[in-house]
């Protein structure tokens, strides 16, 4: 791969990117690195600057990098968005650099908003199971891939509702590097299924195919709840469950949800999203479930 090479003193000149008020990046600074400045360099990118920066961790990043840029299949998937170049300053390897996707909202963002419609939140939903499934669709052609870190503050969404994964340099490609996975790794009951998913001594996951499904499948029902569903109990997770049974969910998208909790393998439920009751869903909320039980209704 290309390296762009910075001096301390050009990197010291460069301007800080400002995400989204609400979106948070914990794994590092992100700067502009405007085309013209550097050779080879013929559209506007931005540079991201990890804040750990250990060997393997490192290592790791770098054959991600180089394994994305190599495979030929990966540059016919125009909703990944990984790094095309490695930025150095005073030659030592400190970052990569990414297309500064611009005019673009992070799903997060979109999906969190009291004004924007639940059938647009779920067909932006429905848009990320759907690369979910042609990104595991690779296993069949050998290329072990995963997201690893699947959350909607990794997606960005443009004008014409095109999504773009951003945030590539934590897939994996079978190996077994655990990292701290937005879900995965906040959810106390999750490491209870050590047969099912996989932790080291600090907690962090091991990704693998049922990891990401686990992360798509708490995406949609956290939409559908709005409320963040990792941090409510199994037994009221399940009784949740039983409450959108009696909205009109169908028997298999809940299957789906409850295999999480479950031994069985995890399930893509994109295909389902079109039984959601469209005219009961602002009722399936949490907090109306909530009420209901606090009054007896339920």
Not at 19 to 27: D, I, K, P, S
Not at 158 to 165: E, H, L
Not at 229 to 250: A, I, K, R, T
């Amino acid at each position: 791969m290309d390296v762009i090479s910075l001096t301390q003193n050009q990197f010291r000149r460069l301007t800080p990117f400002s995400l989204e008020r609400g979106v948070l990046n914990t794994e590092g600074q992100i700067y502009y690195l405007d085309k013209g400045d550097w050779q080879y360099v013929n559209k506007d990118l931005l540079f991201k600057k990890p804040y750990v920066l250990e060997e393997y961790v490192l290592a790791n990043k770098l054959v991600t990098i180089n394994n994305l840029n190599s495979n030929v299949v990966f540059n016919t998937l125009e909703e990944l968005v990984f790094p095309k170049y490695l930025v150095a300053i005073d030659g030592v390897i400190q970052g990569f650099s990414l297309e500064n996707k611009r005019n673009t909202s992070n799903l997060g963002i979109i999906l969190n908003s009291k004004v924007v419609p639940m059938k647009d939140k779920l067909l932006l939903l429905k848009k990320v199971g759907i690369l979910l499934s042609k990104v595991h669709d690779l296993q069949k052609n050998h290329v072990s891939f995963v997201f690893g870190d699947l959350h909607p503050y990794n997606f960005l969404v443009d004008k014409d509702k095109n999504i773009f994964a951003i945030d590539l340099d934590s897939a994996y490609f079978g190996t077994r590097v655990a990292i701290p996975s937005y879900y995965l790794s906040t959810n106390k009951y999750i490491p209870k299924m050590p047969n099912k998913y996989f932790f080291n001594q600090k907690g962090f996951s091991f990704p693998d195919l049922n990891s990401d499904l686990f992360c798509y499948n708490m995406m949609l029902i956290n939409t559908i709840a709005n409320k963040n569903m990792n941090s409510v109990s199994v037994e009221n997770y399940f009784e949740y469950l039983s409450y959108l049974s009696s909205m009109g969910f169908s028997n298999e998208l809940l299957q789906s949800f409850e295999n999480i909790y479950t031994s069985s393998d995890n399930a893509n439920p994109v295909d389902l999203l079109a039984t959601i009751p469209m005219n009961r869903v602002y009722e399936s909320g949490y907090t109306v479930f909530e009420k209901k039980k606090e009054w007896g209704i339920i």
